[in-house]
Structure formats: structure tokens, C-alpha cells
């Protein structure tokens, strides 16, 4: 079955079922996102694009006085976030859900938050940007986010060259494959993974929707944002984890 050029709500409960096997090495993608994240005390943590919510699930787990605003644009996410994220003790009181569109710049303001953010977080969103549109909400989130806060990123990263691309696409099948065997204890996922073309870096034509940048110009973004240690903390199959700390 095709892609499609958008994303309804039949791709969010897809996702639901099947993104435990589609996104490579999941577990250690949302540990390096935690382990960049100074301790924020009882302060404000903003998920953005929360999916079916297990980063903010970890993020509540992590730093257990912490409240966590989770925005998404689909209602099939963002009920799921708020079941993913009912099952942490106290954290009925910590965790809150708004919608949103990612593209649009009105929800990006420090008056549009309840509390100070000491950090943004997001895992696999931001490359339906274009670039213009990373660097612009780079610039804002930097802006919004308290002093001494986090922009810590989730995601596929445009590889530079032919060669490096079809290494990050047979990394992610490789990954997807071995996922779905020891996951499922069977090939079952791996085969709607290569039905469904998920794997970007091995399309000849992408997905419309898609917009991935490099992760060499989107350090370059954060810096001029005005973030500093600026660096990356995890990278396989064209995924990567990055950010910095105003």
C-alpha cells in the first residue's frame, strides 16, 4: 500500500500498532533525549508531536516533581498519550494534552505556556519542516525556553551523500527486521515496514509530506538560535539525537 501525502488517523493508530517496530532501537533513542535534559525540578516540560506518548511517558518516569504539557495535532494521539501516560503514579496531576499544528508560530510564545519550559522535546516530527521552517522554530523555541533549558530533538536526519544514504536505509531495515523477530517472533511487522515504504532512505521518490534536513545544517540552526552545546548524543539509520541548552 502507498503512503499517502498527509497524515490522517488511520497513519496515528497505524503507528500506535506498528511504530515499536518501525523506529530503530526506540528504547535508546528516548534514554539519550532524558540524558539531555538537566533536572528541571518541578518545572515545565513541553513534548511537541507526542504520538501515542512514551516520551512523555519517560519524561514524568525521569523526573518524577516534573509537569508535562503534550502537544500533537491528531485526537487518536493524544488520547492515546493521556492513556500511555495514566498508568504513572501522580502523574494524572502532571501531564496535560493540547492541539496544535507544529508549522504554525502562534503556540510558540512564552505567554502561550502555563509555566516557564525548561525544556521542548520532539521524536520524529520536525522533518515535515522544511528547512526555512526548522530554522524558524529553532529560533522560537529557543526564545520561549526559560534559561538553562533544553531543545532536545528525536529524528530522521537527512544523510549528505548517495552512499551514506543507502547505508542509512539498509541500517533501517536491518534494525526493523531484527525488532519484528524479537519483538513479535516473526517477520510479521518487518513485511508491512517494506509494504507501507516507511523507509524513507529507500525511496526514489519520498513521501510529499517529508522534508528531512541535515544534521550538520540543523546543528548550524540551533547554534544561530542561540543555543550552546550544541552537539549530538545518538545517530544509526539516518536518525539522530541532538540538541543544546540556552
Given at each position: 500500500?502507498?503512503?499517502?501525502?498527509?497524515?490522517?488517523?488511520?497513519?496515528?493508530?497505524?503507528?500506535?500498532?506498528?511504530?515499536?517496530?518501525?523506529?530503530?532501537?526506540?528504547?535508546?533513542?528516548?534514554?539519550?533525549?532524558?540524558?539531555?535534559?538537566?533536572?528541571?525540578?518541578?518545572?515545565?516540560?513541553?513534548?511537541?508531536?507526542?504520538?501515542?506518548?512514551?516520551?512523555?511517558?519517560?519524561?514524568?518516569?525521569?523526573?518524577?516533581?516534573?509537569?508535562?504539557?503534550?502537544?500533537?495535532?491528531?485526537?487518536?494521539?493524544?488520547?492515546?498519550?493521556?492513556a500511555?501516560?495514566?498508568?504513572?503514579?501522580?502523574?494524572?496531576?502532571?501531564f496535560?494534552?493540547?492541539?496544535?499544528?507544529?508549522?504554525?508560530?502562534?503556540?510558540?510564545?512564552?505567554?502561550?505556556?502555563?509555566?516557564?519550559v525548561?525544556?521542548?522535546?520532539?521524536?520524529?516530527?520536525?522533518?515535515?519542516?522544511?528547512?526555512?521552517?526548522?530554522?524558524?522554530?529553532?529560533?522560537?523555541?529557543?526564545?520561549?525556553?526559560?534559561?538553562?533549558g533544553?531543545?532536545?530533538?528525536?529524528?530522521?536526519?537527512?544523510?549528505?551523500?548517495?552512499?551514506?544514504?543507502?547505508?542509512?536505509?539498509?541500517?533501517?531495515?536491518?534494525?526493523?527486521?531484527r525488532?519484528?523477530?524479537?519483538?513479535?517472533?516473526?517477520?510479521?511487522?518487518?513485511?508491512?515496514?517494506?509494504?507501507?515504504?516507511?523507509?524513507?532512505?529507500?525511496?526514489?521518490?519520498?513521501?510529499?509530506?517529508?522534508?528531512?534536513?541535515?544534521?550538520?545544517?540543523?546543528?548550524?540552526?540551533?547554534?544561530?538560535a542561540?543555543?550552546?552545546?550544541?552537539?549530538?548524543?545518538?545517530?544509526?539509520?539516518?536518525?539522530?539525537?541532538?540538541?543544546?541548552?540556552?
Open positions: 500500500m502507498d503512503r499517502q501525502p498527509g497524515w490522517d488517523e488511520a497513519d496515528s493508530r497505524d503507528f500506535i500498532d506498528l511504530g515499536r517496530f518501525f523506529v530503530p532501537e526506540r528504547e535508546e533513542q528516548i534514554a539519550a533525549v532524558l540524558g539531555l535534559i538537566p533536572d528541571p525540578g518541578d518545572g515545565l516540560l513541553v513534548d511537541l508531536c507526542c504520538g501515542e506518548g512514551l516520551l512523555s511517558r519517560a519524561l514524568l518516569e525521569r523526573f518524577p516533581r516534573a509537569r508535562v504539557l503534550a502537544f500533537d495535532l491528531s485526537p487518536t494521539m493524544l488520547a492515546q498519550a493521556r500511555t501516560c495514566a498508568v504513572i503514579s501522580g502523574g494524572a496531576g502532571r496535560d494534552t493540547r492541539p496544535f499544528d507544529l508549522a504554525d508560530r502562534s503556540w510558540r510564545f512564552r505567554d502561550q505556556f502555563p509555566a516557564p525548561h525544556a521542548f522535546v520532539s521524536s520524529l516530527a520536525i522533518h515535515h519542516l522544511d528547512g526555512e521552517g526548522k530554522r524558524q522554530l529553532y529560533r522560537d523555541l529557543a526564545a520561549a525556553l526559560a534559561p538553562g533544553a531543545l532536545v530533538i528525536a529524528d530522521l536526519v537527512q544523510p549528505a551523500t548517495p552512499p551514506s544514504q543507502a547505508l542509512a536505509a539498509k541500517a533501517w531495515d536491518d534494525a526493523v527486521r525488532r519484528s523477530l524479537e519483538l513479535a517472533g516473526g517477520l510479521g511487522p518487518y513485511e508491512k515496514f517494506l509494504d507501507m515504504r516507511w523507509n524513507l532512505w529507500a525511496e526514489t521518490e519520498p513521501d510529499p509530506i517529508d522534508h528531512p534536513s541535515t544534521l550538520l545544517d540543523q546543528l548550524r540552526w540551533l547554534e544561530e542561540g543555543l550552546n552545546g550544541v552537539d549530538v548524543a545518538w545517530l544509526k539509520a539516518g536518525h539522530a539525537v541532538f540538541g543544546g541548552i540556552r
